[in-house]
């Protein structure tokens, strides 16, 4: 499993630069244009993270790999940009990213917020 990762890990160090890149004010500006017709002025991406299930238990320090799902699985964590492939210096002001309820709501990170039950009320609805 260490060696699966140090490969991929190596790969996109690689990438860094010319493949995966923060777009630059320009293309921010375009990632935003979408957002605000959607209720979100201000947005230039959404983040999200997931869990890719592995076929087997790791062989060293497998019980970290164990997941809420009862499953092996490794945590895979990707911010997709409006037509795109941190940090304040990185944001205009007024910008932000989008992410579910599995993140922390950050001076630069919207989180949705779970339901307690009962009836959706206006803020819910919209």
Request: net charge positive; proline share 3%; hydrophobic share 35%.
């Amino acid at each position: 499993m260490v060696n699966y990762t140090n490969r991929v890990m190596t790969a996109l160090e690689s990438a860094m630069g010319h493949e995966i890149t923060w777009p630059n004010r320009q293309k921010r500006a375009v990632n935003s244009a979408h957002f605000p017709e959607l209720g979100f002025p201000g947005c230039i991406g959404l983040v999200d993270g997931t869990l890719v299930k592995l076929s087997q238990r790791p062989r060293d320090d497998g019980e970290t790999y164990f997941d809420r799902k009862s499953n092996y699985s490794m945590n895979v964590q990707a911010s997709s940009l409006w037509r795109c492939i941190g940090s304040a210096q990185l944001f205009d002001n007024g910008q932000y990213l989008l992410g579910n309820n599995g993140y922390v709501a950050l001076d630069r990170l919207v989180c949705s917020y779970k339901r307690t039950g009962g009836d959706m009320d206006k803020v819910d609805a919209r």
